[in-house]
């Protein structure tokens, strides 16, 4: 695939742009727990920080040890994805993992600037509240999406049997 790794880049560096342009004016504009209604009763904006991964996991105070263990995480995760899509010659692949690259990308800039990621996105319908998300997350999920999809439309190669394969290694 050629351009493979502009493609990537430009990808990448588009989220994280977005990312980071989007959480400086969330931060800016909304007060801190601030909500800005944008469909009541469904979606609004509003300005929180998650000291945890996903979810607010590992959210509880655990200092210094907590952002160095997500910058190591997510800098040995850049660096893999980083060889996948050296390795990948399919473009959704690169696409996904680019996606992925650019948001862990934005919420690494939060962990480093902050110890916690900015998020301000929040669905919700009645007393169902998604947890408050950022363009980062929403690129993993895509990125993550993607693979799933790249994943079901792979065909078997030609000339395996994956039924009788491993039952008679004869």
Sequence with gaps: MKNKYVLAGAIAATILVLDLVTKYLAAKYIPYRGIVPVIPG???LTYVRNPGAAFGILGGDHGVWRRVFFVTVTLVALGIIVGLIRS???RLLVIAFACIAGGATGNLVDRIRYGEVVDFIDWY????HWPAFNIADSAISIGVGLLVVDLFLKKPKQGTNSKSEYRNPK
């Design 88 to 90: 990948s010659k399919e």
């Design 125 to 128: 319908f009645r007393t169902f």
């Design 42 to 44: 469904f979606f609004d």
